[in-house]
């Protein structure tokens, strides 16, 4: 099951899409299951996307505190 990382990190901004490549990289190189890191890989690309999300989305209406 091999994941693509390059639609994994497709349209994520260049910082995120070069810390998801080097962080797949290093976890070639300690020998972790591919499956271990495409769920790992998976959800840090979620991540990235909901950090890179305009903050006045409608999303964020939940989260700011009203005084």
């Known amino acids: 099951m091999d994941h693509d990382l390059g639609e994994m990190i497709a349209g994520l ?3 995120w899409a070069g810390l998801l490549t080097d962080w797949d990289r290093s976890m070639r190189s300690r ?7 495409n769920k790992y890989l998976v959800a840090a ?4 996307r909901y950090l890179a ?7 964020t209406q939940a989260l700011r505190v009203r005084p």
């Open 13 to 15: 901004p260049p910082d």
């Open 31 to 37: 020998n972790y299951p591919e499956t271990t890191r």
């Open 45 to 48: 690309a979620h991540v990235a």
């Open 53 to 59: 999300r305009p903050a006045n989305g409608p999303d």
